[in-house]
């Protein structure tokens, strides 16, 4: 038997050895000028290394657990433009052995895929990706366009994409970033997704079980026309975004869009109910002329946000910040748990400029609605026809016309004011000035010109800011 182990593990050894590094130059100064003819010569283990220049082709892995790579993102370019078809695909069962790196993928137009509601449609116009699970990695994903997932669709398969850029792609269906549909269960890390628009998910539409992880990323200045400025999330998927950012997104043309940021929707033909999470995500300046500025929960959406951001947004109906909404019997509420979040500075045309609650049953707890503005009624929050939501622990201030308008469960634990009290020596802005803040002066003490430990704003953190905190000692609320 260990002669057996022995010898498997010299075979192993003596494959990895057979391994080839290949070149690629389209001035042919290389083994190929076609980045597919080392594709097709390659074989598992293989690395080919593509010079700069611009390759007006496509390429296909053929199931190769090989690593395409470019020597520089911004100068080794694949161009679809005169060729049609998605520019890399990945149908073949790849796993995260198949590897495609630091190349700047731009000019497809997808492949034909059927879409479950909407039958065969171009896909992936920069990357088509149908039952397999690479790893794509430092690539800049632009220029674009198909009927979903301008950048790049998924459907059935799990692929790791880091450190990527996918700017300024087109859907004239869903995802005008990235488009997930069918059991996706990807990680998408330190990814800009940003500038893309899209009749639905301006940045991506996660669809049917689509469960993605979503770190660290940007989903900032996308367009849609319809729901999902940012993201947007429907039938059954539940992906967890953890520390991202949706800023600037905008939803126009639709007078009944919904989710500037981020627009969840469970119910519906082919829905189901989704329970994603975001956690440590902000929401800023985002637009929608429906419901929901910064994001929009409806019809069996069971969103957790937890330490989320919601700053700026505005709505042209209801709900600058967030909009919980659902069917006259209650049948598919939205129960969107809210947990430590500030709803600041949002406003909405109509009723709830922080957060608008229409038949639905959200629990808000330990959150922080401030200085918001709707032109009806329930500048912080507005309930309508919404008896069973509960709020708890959370302080409203500065809001108008009016800090809460309609019936709601109260959980005790809030406190209501029409000004923001300014506490001064609150330094961490967690509403109590005690022994923290003062080590945060201590710890800063001399020259400082514009730092928040500065209590005073003379340049200088010294006894006068430590007098400030000890005259402000205890909560602020």
Known sequence: MERVKILSLILCASSNSFATFWTVDDDGKADFNSIQAAIDASSDGDVISV?????????????????????NVETTIIDGSFTGGSIVTFDSGETNLSVLSQLWIRGGSGTYWTDPIFGSQLCGGGIFCDQSS?????????????????????????PYII???????????HGGGFYLNNNVNAIIDLCDISNNSASWGGGMTCMVQSDPQILNCWFNENITYNVGGGIFI???????VFSSEFNNNVQISNPLGSGGGACIYGSGNGGGPCYPTFTFCSFENNTVQGDGGGMAAAYDAHPKLTDCYFGSNHAGRSGGGLACVADPDHLFSSTADVEGCTIESNTADEEGG?????????MISSTSVIGNIATITGGGINFFDSPDARLSNSVLCGNMPNAIEGIYSDGGG????????VCEGDVNGDDIVNVTDLLAVVGSWGPCEGCNVDINNDGFVNVTDLLIIVGNWGSCL
């Open 51 to 71: 010079q700069e220049g611009i390759y007006y082709e496509t390429i296909n892995f053929q199931g190769k657990a090989i690593t395409v790579k470019g020597v």
């Open 134 to 158: 690479p790893m794509i990695q430092l690539c800049n994903i632009t220029d674009n366009t198909a009927w979903g997932g301008g950048g790049l669709f998924v459907t059935d398969g799990d």
């Open 163 to 173: 450190f990527c850029k996918c700017i300024n792609n087109e859907a004239t269906g």
């Open 234 to 240: 429907r039938s059954s998927s539940s992906p967890d």
């Open 354 to 362: 922080g957060i608008h609650v229409r038949f639905s049953d959200p």
């Open 414 to 421: 809030n406190s209501m004011s029409d000004s923001c009290t």
